[in-house]
């Protein structure tokens, strides 16, 4: 009976956050639910019921962790906002779960390294930007790694 109880518990937990979710709207940038900013988690899901995105929204924008999949339910994409702005570092991986990207943002903005692999994990891209510039010295290597570019900014 404790067992039953607590799968009832988990199933209306469950729906009264899918019914919570239904009520947010995005109006421009804003999450707003009841005429009002949204705050809490938010969740979306695709149309066989998977998680499509996993998200924090503070005050009616994006905050926090979010974490982005594929209808297969592998990560998609990764990192952080801050203010509705990307911040911090981001990870991009394929419907496969190999990762292709890294990159770093600072209040929305291009900001630190960047790398790209190909789908079999082999380097491609390695860039810098120093808020939303581009500076160091990028490279490119092709599919046999081998360094096939190399500029200076």
């Known amino acids: 009976m404790k067992k039953v109880m607590m799968m009832i518990g988990i199933v209306l937990l469950m729906t009264s956050n899918l019914l ?17 900013p949204y705050t809490g988690d ?8 998977s998680q499509k995105t996993l998200s924090t929204i503070k005050n009616g ?12 339910g592998a990560k998609k994409e990764q990192g952080e906002y801050k203010n509705n702005q990307k911040d911090g570092n981001w990870t991009r991986w394929t419907a496969e779960g190999n990762r292709i990207a890294t990159a770093s943002y600072k209040n929305g903005v291009k ?12 380097m491609r891209y390695q860039m810098v930007y120093d808020n939303g510039k581009k500076i160091d010295t990028w490279y490119m290597w092709d599919e046999n790694e081998n360094l096939i570019s190399e500029k200076a900014f």
């Open 20 to 36: 919570a979710q239904a009520g947010i709207e995005k109006n421009g940038e804003l999450f707003i639910f009841d005429n009002q």
């Open 111 to 122: 900001d630190g390294k960047w790398f790209i692999w190909d789908e079999n994990g082999k």
């Open 42 to 49: 938010f969740n979306e899901y695709f149309e066989d019921g």
């Open 61 to 72: 924008k994006l905050e926090g962790r979010v974490v982005y999949f594929y209808a297969n």
